[in-house]
C-alpha cells in the first residue's frame, strides 16, 4: 500500500492559508510557521503528520500527498477542518 509522510498547517480562513504560503515561498521556515499559526496540535511538532496510508486522511487531503510534487507547499487545501497547506515529505 502507498505510504507518504507529510507536514501541515491548518488554519481557519484560505486568506491566512495564502498569507502563510506566501511567507513560507519567502524564506519563512515552515515548521516555525506551523508552530505559531497552526490550529492542529500536529502544530507543535513543526506541522510533522508521520506516516500514513491512503484513506488515512480525509479525501482532500489524500488527492494532494499522494500526488503532489515532493518538498513543495500545496495549498489551500479546503477541508472539513478549515485551510490547510501540505508539503509532501516522503512518499513509497
Same mark, same amino acid.
Given at each position: 500500500?502507498?505510504?507518504?509522510?507529510?507536514?501541515?498547517?491548518? =488554519?481557519?480562513? !484560505?486568506? &491566512?492559508?495564502?498569507? /502563510?504560503?506566501?511567507? #513560507? !515561498?519567502?524564506?519563512?521556515? %515552515?515548521?516555525? #510557521?506551523?508552530? !505559531?499559526?497552526?490550529?492542529? *496540535?500536529? @502544530?507543535? &511538532?513543526?506541522?510533522? /503528520?508521520?506516516? %500514513? @496510508?491512503?484513506? $488515512?486522511? +480525509? *479525501? !482532500?487531503?489524500?488527492? +494532494? =500527498? %499522494?500526488?503532489? *510534487? /515532493?518538498?513543495? +507547499? $500545496?495549498? *489551500? =487545501?479546503?477541508? $472539513? %477542518? @478549515?485551510?490547510?497547506?501540505?508539503? +509532501?515529505?516522503?512518499? @513509497?
Amino acid at each position: 500500500m502507498a505510504k507518504a509522510s507529510a507536514r501541515h498547517i491548518l =488554519v481557519d480562513s !484560505e486568506d &491566512k492559508c495564502l498569507e /502563510l504560503k506566501k511567507d #513560507i !515561498e519567502n524564506g519563512s521556515d %515552515f515548521a516555525e #510557521i506551523a508552530r !505559531e499559526h497552526s490550529s492542529c *496540535p500536529s @502544530g507543535r &511538532k513543526g506541522g510533522e /503528520l508521520g506516516t %500514513f @496510508g491512503r484513506g $488515512q486522511m +480525509v *479525501p !482532500e487531503f489524500d488527492e +494532494v =500527498v %499522494f500526488s503532489a *510534487p /515532493l518538498n513543495e +507547499v $500545496q495549498g *489551500p =487545501v479546503k477541508t $472539513q %477542518f @478549515g485551510y490547510h497547506l501540505l508539503e +509532501v515529505t516522503d512518499r @513509497g
